[in-house]
Every structure is written in structure tokens, then in C-alpha cells.
């Protein structure tokens, strides 16, 4: 459909179909005419309401989505700014000018220290095109791999994990599994607040269907966990004791599928070597949960015929976190739980385009197409597509995210540019990350907002558009690929993000790598680059999206048409991306957190979401309803600790780690263990006073996935304050 025809003449008129630009569930809306004047607090004429073509949510919305027309307006930024210092005021500045000083930089840095110090920090919430523009100037006219994404601190270990397992990335599930499996066992996820659309999905076949079991693993009772048949409250940091500990009751019981192993996976005798230290005596004592709720969650997995598991931040936000996802994918491979329906490992993505960014190689260690820098072929591959002479694309990892906080603190990045992200809130470590930011000798910064907490850091304030005011893809959870479409004009001179990119590019003098005339002629080769390959799109382009409406990979152009818009499921003949095609058991014993609680920070603090707000509040800080509905940030605390320390709801607390502090009011409540703390990450400086959860956190990463422990550090509290 046209971005402008009403859909029926009698109804209200519809302007676009798009998608809900928060969660990686990936809602599909359709725009709406209000039909009202705009006033101050409701400044648009357009309204958002859930599109019930939209396979994926089916007409279904939550709170952030359908609130979202009111913050579009809000605060924005309009014009290029720029300061020599930081401690200079900004002043308005032409594109031109800004552009300029943009590439005077990045020659000059060339010129001097080389390609290696010149870094880009992008973000789950860019469009496919936008990522790809910024692959092809960075990895491939640049010559660096130094582009990272907000993604390493939320999906790395997901991509780490499913490649070591199945030698490819790519979530083999779909949300028809939901309504169609037996048993879903829910890991370090709070589906009911942060994925909320699919969480009802499973609620609505749960409640009509007795025999449907949901097993919830989470430190906290969440609201996902309220419902569970079985919540199992382990310590922070020990999911490779429960795994392993259901694995060895499995083998023991001979619940396995012996055919599967034996034909299609290796490394099971070693896999199982490791399980029998996880007798149910050691794993109840490390978990610190009854051997009879494990031995439960094992029977579960054992008698259901189909098992989904479903996982995200609690998993991957870990030192272990790669080995973590390799853990749950084992028992699935021991069950045969895969390529069926209603079954199998699916990790959830958070943000809503942190799929297109895995397919369009938006990590430091990838190349678009599922591909990977440290491989020659494909390296070679995308020099041939992309005209460059033999060897540019550096053979080294890039910089990941923290790498670039240490390439700072060294000197050894000379320019860095942020965009769609707001690192001065989301990155560990607050205290050494903002005294790198700092250091910077030049920062520019590209969102849609103004103020935002990382913008007292930039040089140069570069304005974007956003959802509403620019076209292009993004890929949800399940695969699905939807076309959001622009419905109304930039405002101010923002540009999109791709179109800011490629005018660099062409002033950089690669003219003729950036000859886009619009986001559809980028997807078209970005589309072309990704044949024969596991996220193969080649049949996909923004003229089929209109005309099929949303598109599932993978989708190659010889697809016969009645196949063309679904792909459910990956992995139905069993036959793995690995070389053998057989998929790999992931062997690993337990390490538990990173930083373990002692007499000077005896507590384990954890840090997650809440259901109305996203990240750093950019949008939803703005949004009247939402702030309502949470008015201030909080610590929650179990009753127990909290009477030690004479603490009552509502009283202020310091919150102290070996790396800084912070103050919250205390949330007294029988939901959090013993021992554990939770406060939510949304409270940068420009919401609350000194109430960040980052200035607690520490950077420690996971080897393989280089993905953060957000999810623990050692604290102390105080007694409440006066
Ligand atoms: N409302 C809302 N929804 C969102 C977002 C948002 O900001 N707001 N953000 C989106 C994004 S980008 C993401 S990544 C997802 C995140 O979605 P989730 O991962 O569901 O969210 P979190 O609250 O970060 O963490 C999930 C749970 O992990 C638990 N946890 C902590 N430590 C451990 C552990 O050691 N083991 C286990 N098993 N669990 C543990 C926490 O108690 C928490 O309840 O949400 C997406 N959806
Ligand atoms: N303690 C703790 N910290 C965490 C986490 C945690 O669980 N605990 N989770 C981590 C995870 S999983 C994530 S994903 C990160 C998220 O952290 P961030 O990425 O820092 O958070 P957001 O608030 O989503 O920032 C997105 C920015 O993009 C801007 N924006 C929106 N659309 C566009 C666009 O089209 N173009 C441009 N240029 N800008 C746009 C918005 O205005 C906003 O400023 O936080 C991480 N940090
Ligand atoms: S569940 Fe996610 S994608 Fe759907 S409306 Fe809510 S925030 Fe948007
Ligand atoms: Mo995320």
C-alpha cells in the first residue's frame, strides 16, 4: 500500500502501516489521522493503533507503543550544533559546516594515527539501511573494523552462542510456537514487562490448556514469574548449575533422544562427563532452590513433547554468557527439541532492529550477511561486491563497545561518533565511561533528541530523523522483516541516519560506493550481499514488503510464491550451518558471577527494566502516562535486609560498589531474594539525582561474546539517610 491511500473511505483515515519502534517483539501499527488540532501536550495530528495484519502481534499493543505519538514532537534536535570544548555552549551550525569538520577530522586521523583510531558506537534502534551504510563506509572505505553497537551489551551472547552451537546465528523459532508448545521454560527473562505482546500470546494457550507448563528462572518474582507453574529463584549468576543439573537428571532418567545425538550433534560424551558433577544435592545447594522444584523443571522438560525455551538480559548480560545460551541450546539437543513445532531455543532480541543489525554485520567482529571479519572468504566476498582493492577490510576484530572506553583512555581513538544510543546512561561503569567520554578529543553524537545525558559530551550535535519521519526495514525476534514507513516530513533539517553516513562517504571521496537515491536502492544491495547465505534476502526488497506486507527469512529470490512471506522455522531437516552440519554440545562448568559478594559489599545488586519505560527515557520520560505510572526510581530490598538496616519502603538509601554510588528509595518487598538488590536502569541524570544503576556496575565481559555482566556486581547499603 501507498504511504498516503486511505484504507477504507468510511473509517479514519489511515496514513501508514509501520511498526512499534521499541521492543523487539516488532508490532505492526498502522497510523492513524486524529483528526484533532494539536495541542502542547498532544502536538501530533497522527495516532497509532495495532495493526491486525501484522502476523506478529496481531492487532496487539502495549502501553509504550500505543503511547507513542506523544513524545515524536518533543524536545528535539533540528539543527546541526557544534563546540570546539566541552565546556563551551553549543552554537548552531550549516550541515556544511558540520560535515566539514566531520571529514577534516577523519582525514586527519588517517593521516596520523590511521584508521584503527577512528570508531563509530551505533544501535539496535538504526534501520537495516542505516546499518549497512555504516558498514560500508567504516569496514570497507575506511578500512577499520571499529563499529560497534548498543547490541554488544544485549544480544552478543545470543549471536556467540547460537554460531558456537549451530555455526550460524539466526533464532530458529517463531510466535506460533507459543500458541503450539507444551512447556515453556522461561530463563533470565521478563517477558511480561519487556516482552509483553508475546508474553500474552503464551498466557492466552497457557490458561486454555491445563497441561501447558511455564517454568520461570529469574533471582526476582517478576510478573512473568507470578504466573509461572514453576518459578525457580536462583542465586544470581548459577543458570550453568541449573542447566547442567537438568541435563544430568535427563541422562540419568534416560529421557534422552539417543537417535538425534547420535546423527545429528558432537561432543555429547564429553557433555555428559560434565553433567555428573551436577547431582541435584550440589546444584540445589549452588542455585539455592529445593531438589524437588529441580527435579520438577527436569520432569517438565522429560514429559512435555514440545519444549520452547525462551531467554534474554538474565542470560546474556554475563561473564558466562555465551555459555549460558550454549547450556540451554545442550538441552534441547539432548531432546531432540528443535526444527519442530512449538519447540526449540529462542533467544528474544530487545531492541526493535537488533536482528537487522546482526544481518547487516553491525557487531565489530561481523560483516553483512552473517559474516565474519576474521574469516578471508568472506572478506574477500564483500571487497569483490563492494570494488575495493584486495585486502581493505582489516582481518582484525574492531573495537566493541568497552574497547572503545579503553581505546580512549589510552589515546588510541581520536574520533568517535554515537548514534541512536545513549551510552552516558546504558554503559557499565559510569564513572571511568564518562571520564573517557571526556577524554575524547572529538565526539560527534547523532540522535533525535535534545537534551539527551550523552550530548553534554559531544563536539558535534548532529540531528536525525526518526520513526515517522524516515523509511526503511527492520527485523523482529521471529525473522520478520517489516517496511516502516515514513509519514510525515523531517523536522528541522534532521536527515536519516543512512543519508548522513553516505554524504560523509561521498565527501570522503568514495562518491561512487554512495550513489543512493533513497533507503530502498540501499536495502537492494544489502540485499544482493546476503545470497545463498543462512539470512539470505534476496527475494526481499521494499516494493515486495509493500506489496506482501511483512516478509520472514530466510526469503531467496527463487522462493516459490506461495512460500514467499513465511520461513518459520530453522533447522526442520536437522541439518546445521556447522561444517559436519551437525550441531556442537557446549561443555562448561559454573563460574557464578564475576564479583562475589563480601564483608564490604555483601549484596548482589541486579539491574533490569520496567514495564512502561524503555532505556534511558529519551521517549518515554516524555510521555505524561508513563511517568505517572512510575514516578520515581527505586532499590527494591527483602524484608529481612531491610530491617537490618532499619530500612522502611519509601526511605533513601546509598547504594555503594567498588566503582561508585548512587541513592534510590527503598522498595521493601518478599519479590527479591535475600542477598540480592534490583533497581531498573532507567534513571539517567536528566530523570532523577544521582539515582543511575551504572554507576554501580562493573565492565567485566564475557570472553566469547564480550557482552557485559550487567546483570551483577558486589554492593553495600547504608541505613537510610536523613
Ligand atoms: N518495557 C521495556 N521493554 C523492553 C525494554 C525496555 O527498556 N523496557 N528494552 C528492550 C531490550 S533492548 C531488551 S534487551 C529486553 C530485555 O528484556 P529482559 O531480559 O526480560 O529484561 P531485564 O529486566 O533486563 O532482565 C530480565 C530478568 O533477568 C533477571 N536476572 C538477573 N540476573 C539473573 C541471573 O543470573 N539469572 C537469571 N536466570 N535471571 C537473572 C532479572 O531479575 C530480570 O527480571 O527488553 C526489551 N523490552
Ligand atoms: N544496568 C544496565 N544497563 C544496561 C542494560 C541493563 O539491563 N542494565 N541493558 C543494556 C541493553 S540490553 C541495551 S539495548 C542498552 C540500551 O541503551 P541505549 O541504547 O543507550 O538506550 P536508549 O534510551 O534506547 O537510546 C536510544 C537513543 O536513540 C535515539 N534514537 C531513536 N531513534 C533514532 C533514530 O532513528 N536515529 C538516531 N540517530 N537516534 C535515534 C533516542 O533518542 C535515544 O537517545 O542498555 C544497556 N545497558
Ligand atoms: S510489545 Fe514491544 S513492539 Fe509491541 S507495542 Fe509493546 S514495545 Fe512495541
Ligand atoms: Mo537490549
Redesign the pocket.
Known sequence: MSATTPSNANATPQIAKTLC?YCGVGCGLEVVETGKEPTLKFPDRFKVRGDRSHPSSQGMVCVKGATIAESIQKDRLLHPMMRDRLDQEFRQVSWDEALDAITDQIQQVLATKGADALCMYG?????TE?YYIAQKLFKGCLGTNNFDA??R???SSAVSGYVKSFGSDGPPCCYEDLDLTDCLFAIGTNTAECHPIIFNRFRRHHKKNPHVKLIVVDPRCTQTAEVADLHLAIQPGTDIDLLNGIAHLLLLWDKCDRQFIDNHTTGFAEFAEITQLYTPEFVSRRCGISIEDLELAAKYWAESQRVLSIWS?GV??STQGTAKVQCIINLHLLTAQIGKEGAGPFSLT??PN?MGGREAGGLAHLLPGYRSVVNPEHRAELEAFWQLPSGKISPQVGRTAWDMIRGLEANEVDFLWI?????A????DLVRTKAALRRSPFTVY????YP?E?SAFAHIL?P????SE?TGTMTNSERCITLCQSFQPPLGESR??WEIFAEVGRRLGFTDKFPFQNSAEVYAEFAQITRDRPCDITGISHAKLSELGVIQWPNPDHTPEPDRKHNKRLYTDRQFHTSDRRARFGSYHSQGVFEVPDEQYPFILT???LYGH??????TGRIDKIRQMYPNPFIEIHPKDAAKFGIHNGDLVEVKSRRGSSKFPALVTEAIARGVLFVP?HWGTLWADNAE??AL?HPEACPDSKQPE??ACAVAISKPLK
Open positions: 519502534p544501535s539496535g534502534q538504526f534501520q542505516d548498543n547490541s551489551l544485549c544480544m538480559m546474556n548480560q530487545g531492541q537488533a548514534a541512536a544510543t545513549n551510552p546512561v546504558s554503559f557499565p547523532q540522535d533525535a533528541y539527551t550523552t548532529l536525525a530523523t526518526q520513526w524516515k536519516a541516519d539491574t533490569g527494566r524503555w532505556h534511558t527515557q529519551t521517549r536502569m544503576a551504572n556496575t550487567l546483570k
